[in-house]
């Protein structure tokens, strides 16, 4: 099973890419370790930041993500993205994805507001961008036969022959078989990590799989203490993170703390409010929390009428009326939680890692795009941008002459471990990074909870090799765990999302913290 690229994810970077590839002639394998619909772009609400009205430009979005980047983005990949995402546009209405529109607005479209943009420019379609998006490649994938799609697949490891990657070994959950698929490029793109922490707006999918094959094979993994926390996750106890888009606080919505006084506290923190960058107000929820002794805060959108609140956010105004709340007569009760990382495989404006044929966009690389914290809605801007970008690295590039591809089989034992004592580590290194590594930390709860880690993992290295999948993510997730840790370690000030009680101010001399192989 040869091909010449093989795809690991099937969120936005994935699909697009994909597509691109088969466009482009290439024989490609996109691959799934759950189905192509459970992805964390699926779940996103927000939209696509991309300048459209007359009184905004590129220039005033580059500025803004610079700003929320806390002086960690590589300014010239900014430009670079940022000036693609007209095109990002046009490429996804090309695919027939709708979004919203406003017969009043000189643009023709609804455009958000979200925190830290200056300017309306998200395009969004109502609150279930990501749904929308997702639904429509997919469809347009299974146009191309040049497409092999693997659903359920989980990818063990990447192939590496003498510093280049050649494929990659995956397990057929279904078969319970494990293979090896060569391919003359490997792109990865697996999302996130949020599964590691005990409060996610994540699928269970997010496990960093990406980063942690990656990190094995020798890749260089940049910033990866940089965790955004989205500030406002619905408060609904023992249930998992539910989004509330920062397209509410973009209409009005306010914060305010639940007592008699309604006190709007965000005036206490940033003259932007509600819209301030993520990392802050995140942090300004935390600590009302903390000093008051709260679970939760409100976020009121009740100004808005019930008319306008069902049409823009029916997701959220249903999700809401099912724990009995009426979000267009009651405030909401909201938590951060664990969102997006901003750091990740780094990697070249081409997409490009230090390991030959290995590509890496979306969430699991780092291009400097985010730097400390990553401006709303450049997410889903970036997969679209960055897969251009591998498109033509890969069509430029030559592939040495007469290249053999070695199948070497993975070892591997099917043990059958105890599904419920994975779950009890599970749970325990999620409430371990939510308690020491999370909005704000400590050099000693960092230190505590980077020796429970590798007490855990000693305890498990008789489940390494294995063909259950539960294993293999918590392999991943542990591995992910430690490299959060380490860079949270390395980076003695507090930046953007990293926030160190022993280090509460800027140390400029410090730029970005990087981990490979050789470090551990």
Not at 185 to 200: E, K, M
Request: charge should be neutral; aromatic fraction near 6%; glycine fraction near 6%.
């Amino acid at each position: 099973m040869k091909f010449d690229a093989i795809v690991i994810g099937a969120g936005l970077s994935g699909l697009s890419c994909a597509i691109k590839l088969a466009e482009n002639n290439k024989k490609v394998a996109i691959i799934s370790k759950s189905t192509m619909n459970e992805s964390n772009s699926v779940y996103a609400q927000g939209g696509i930041a991309s300048v459209k009205d007359d009184d905004d430009n590129l220039r005033y979005h580059i500025n803004d993500t610079i700003d929320a980047g806390a002086g960690l983005c590589n300014e010239s990949n900014v430009e670079q993205i940022i000036n693609g995402s007209n095109n990002a546009i046009q490429w996804l209405l090309s695919q027939n994805v709708e979004f919203s529109k406003d017969s009043e607005s000189p643009t023709g479209y609804h455009l958000n507001k979200e925190g830290g943009h200056s300017h309306r420019r998200i395009f969004h379609y109502k609150d279930k961008t990501g749904f929308e998006i997702i639904t429509k490649l997919i469809i347009k994938l299974k146009e191309y036969p040049n497409i092999t799609v693997l659903e359920k697949h989980f990818v063990i490891d990447l192939k590496i022959n003498n510093g280049i990657c050649t494929g990659i070994h995956l397990l057929c959950s279904e078969e319970n078989k494990i293979k090896t698929l060569i391919g003359d490029n490997v792109v990865l793109a697996t999302g996130g990590i949020g599964q590691v922490y005990l409060h996610t707006t994540n699928p269970n999918v997010a496990t960093g799989d990406g980063i942690s094959m990656a990190y094995r094979a020798g890749a260089n993994i940049t910033n990866m203490e940089f965790i955004q926390f989205h500030p406002t996750s619905l408060y609904n106890p023992n249930k998992p993170a539910f989004l509330i888009s920062e397209a509410l606080r973009g209409e009005g919505g306010i914060l305010y703390t639940p007592n008699n006084s309604k006190y709007r506290f965000m005036q206490d923190y940033d003259h932007r409010l509600e819209l301030a960058p993520r990392d802050i107000v995140s942090r300004a929820i935390d600590k009302e929390m903390k000093k008051n002794n709260l679970n939760f805060v409100y976020l009121d959108i009740t100004h808005k009428s019930r008319s306008f609140i069902e049409n823009h956010f029916p997701k959220i105004y249903s999700q809401c009326l099912s724990i009995g709340i009426d979000i267009s007569t009651d405030p909401i009760p909201v938590v951060p939680a664990a969102h997006y990382s901003c750091g990740g495989i780094c990697t070249n404006i081409n997409g490009e890692t230090n390991i030959s044929n290995l590509y890496a966009i979306g969430e699991c690389a780092y291009t400097g795009l985010n730097g400390a914290n990553r401006l709303a809605s450049n997410s889903l801007l970036e997969c679209i941008v960055m897969s251009d970008m591998v498109i033509k690295s890969i069509s430029n590039k030559e592939l040495p002459k007469n290249q053999k591809n070695t199948i070497h089989k993975y070892q591997s034992y099917n043990i059958n471990n105890e599904d419920s004592q994975l779950d009890t580590v599970k749970i325990q290194l999620k409430q371990l990074m939510w308690e020491n590594v999370g909005i704000v930390r400590t050099n000693e709860g960092l230190n505590i909870s980077l020796e429970k880690i590798k007490k855990i993992k000693t305890q498990l290295l008789s489940y390494k090799l294995s063909t259950n999948i539960k294993v293999l993510e918590l392999n991943n997730l542990l591995l992910v765990a430690e490299i959060v840790i380490k860079s949270a370690l390395l980076r003695k000030e507090s930046r953007g999302l990293h926030y160190s009680l022993d280090y509460p101010s800027l140390d400029n001399s410090l730029y970005n913290t990087t981990l490979n192989i050789k470090d551990s």
